[in-house]
């Protein structure tokens, strides 16, 4: 497990531009949410850099960017990554800590700072979670109340709750934890793709923790496909728990999801691609170390009642 040194800000630089942090964002087809969200990017106090990777999208929306944001850096892909455009914008930044932020969420000032706070302070952390409002009205995202009471053995002397998994749009991550866990495997491309990777980062002894602190600011998109995106989170709870979770929880994990998944269509279709991706999985399988499975085994409670992680669309 690396530890990067960095700086811890004086309270007095509060309102000064912030170097330890940078921001990716990824978009597809939503132009107009994303040019809002760069918006309020560029009012931060921070001032982080920025760097966009827009997904292939077909709107206009890269061209949009260049000339209403040309301050953004902006990755202009031909093709939808998914969650490994992560990566690409990663790949690009040099600051020791970055926030990922979705086309339709913003960061509250002063959260990436408390942010890079935190993560100066505890060198074993490698992931700090935001609390999340959801927008327009300011509401607590339900997911919250799980994240504020996780159920996952909290170390003394942690900044927050410490966490199973986490959620990629409302966190921010040391650099060279995500780089040396392998950022965001290209097999799930998006839909509870952080499973996978937080558990190789706490199978690599680092820790990820709820930060009552920092606030995201979430106005879910109207242009989205629920179905597609249950489909896609079935396989993937799926593969990440054939892929890491030794086998007697790997068969109440999909006993259980199984239990609770919609009798439809779209549940089928996330199962039929599990099974399909079931060969490479099972030759890429690596059961987690004993310290890294725990966590998973505290949740199991929590995901079998949780009112927010249902697969419902």
């Known amino acids: 497990m690396s530890q990067t040194a960095t700086r811890t800000t004086d309270r007095s630089d509060a309102d000064a531009p912030d170097p330890r942090v940078g921001v990716v964002v990824i978009t597809h087809q939503r132009r107009a949410e994303v040019l809002r969200t760069l918006e309020t990017l560029r009012r931060l106090p921070e001032q982080p850099r920025v760097v966009v990777v827009d997904n292939g999208s077909t709107d206009g929306t890269a061209e949009a960017i260049r000339a209403q944001h040309p301050w953004v850096d902006l990755v202009a892909s031909t093709e939808n990554l998914g969650a490994v455009g992560r990566n690409v914008g990663v790949d690009r ?31 074993g952390v490698a992931v700090v979670t935001a609390r999340i409002l959801v927008e327009p009205g300011g509401r607590e995202d339900p997911v919250v109340a799980e994240l504020r009471h996780s159920p996952v053995p909290t170390a003394a002397g942690l900044p927050g709750p410490a966490l199973g998994s986490f959620l990629a749009g409302a966190s921010v991550l040391r650099a060279d934890a995500f780089r040396a866990a392998g950022g965001f495997h290209h097999r799930l491309w998006l839909g509870g793709e952080e499973e996978l ?24 998109s109207s242009a989205r496909d629920p179905h597609a995106r249950r489909r896609d989170g079935i396989r993937n709870t799926l593969w990440f728990t054939w892929l890491r979770r030794p086998l007697p929880a790997a068969l109440r ?23 399909r991706g079931l060969p490479w999985v099972l030759r890429e399988r690596r059961a987690l170390p004993t310290h890294a499975e725990q966590r998973f085994l505290a949740l199991e409670e929590s995901q079998r009642t949780s009112a927010s992680r249902r697969y419902v669309s």
Do not use: I, N
């Open 197 to 220: 990777l937080a558990a190789d980062l706490a199978a690599a002894g680092w820790e990820l923790c709820y930060l009552e602190a920092m606030t995201l600011h979430h106005r879910p």
């Open 93 to 123: 930044l040099d600051t020791p800590y970055v926030a990922f932020c979705d086309d339709d969420t913003w960061w509250e000032p002063g959260s990436l700072r408390r942010a890079a706070d935190a993560l100066d302070a505890h060198p």
């Open 253 to 275: 994990r999909t006993r259980d999801l199984v239990r609770s998944l919609p009798r439809d269509r779209v549940s089928a279709a996330g199962v039929l691609q599990a099974l």
